[in-house]
């Protein structure tokens, strides 16, 4: 009689698991659908940081485009992103003919909601307050801001990437080359920033990077970034803020505003 494997018949225990993540993709937003301007004004941009780019997951964004645009040459587009080393996984906007076309292109179409594990997705919806009930809980909670902030207290290594998610974000020590600091409000280093620096991640033009000594390979508000062969020595090693001043990333010395001399 022949013996059966004893792993034969067998469901293996933990081969699986389905969770709700959050991820940070950078978006192209496709303003013209003439892929010859588009290649023109993107290999620019691209060539200013190609690490940045090399083999990043992408969005393209359709919302700037006209409801009734015609056709995207999607498998062009494709093949311009991955030319340059980007990773095209979906589409965000758009009508129903250019989804479709992504669609063909086994392109996702993303969407505005956040994403929710499978127990959110089947739990029933909570009734709504009586107004009686929305009147009392008016006058008795105070409003509390929603910003909130994350300290990390230990040095941000090659590799590493941090995400403060609705907040600002504080590093108290040195941040490697090759790290990642993404915030969706301020950023403030005690110590030298390296790796790349992203304040408002979802587009809050109010946001700040502070740092002790900049020797970042990449930082970014509000989707304004300079690399760091565009930063002036001037401005390398020493104390400054970054901000933007009518969508211009600006860089300034901190002890320039407040009078302090070097040395």
């Known amino acids: 009689m022949a013996v059966k494997p004893e792993s034969e018949g067998k469901t293996p225990a933990g081969a699986v698991e389905l969770k709700a993540a959050a991820f940070t993709l950078p978006v192209i937003r496709l303003l013209d659908t003439d892929m010859d301007t588009v290649a023109e004004q993107l290999g620019p941009k691209v060539g200013q940081a190609p690490e940045f780019f090399r083999n990043t997951p992408v969005v393209v964004d359709l919302s700037a485009l006209s409801p009734n645009g015609g056709d995207i040459p999607f498998p062009l587009l494709v093949g311009l992103l991955r030319g340059y080393g980007m990773i095209p996984v979906g589409v965000r906007g758009g009508n129903a003919a ?13 969407g505005e909601a956040s994403l929710r594990s499978p127990g ?60 990642e600091l993404l915030a969706d409000g301020n950023i403030h280093v005690y110590g030298p920033l390296r790796g790349r620096a992203m304040a ?33 020595d001037a401005l390398k090693g020493v104390p400054v803020q970054i901000f933007l001043d009518q969508e211009v990333l600006r860089i300034e010395k901190l002890w320039a505003l407040y009078g302090f001399q070097t040395g």
């Open 200 to 232: 408002g991640m979802r587009g809050d033009a109010e946001a700040r990077i502070f740092c002790r000594s900049l020797e970042a390979e990449l930082v970014s508000v509000a989707g304004r970034y300079r690399v760091s062969e565009r930063i002036p």
């Open 98 to 110: 250019q989804n479709q076309a992504a669609e063909v292109m086994e392109l996702a179409i993303m």
């Open 120 to 179: 959110q997705a089947l739990a029933k919806p909570e009734p709504k307050p009586t107004a009686q009930a929305a009147e009392q809980v008016r006058r008795t909670v105070k409003p509390v801001s929603g910003r909130t902030f994350k300290v990390v207290t230990q040095p941000v290594r090659s590799g590493q990437r941090v995400y403060a998610t609705g907040g600002d974000l504080s590093v108290v020590g040195p941040v490697s080359s090759g790290a």
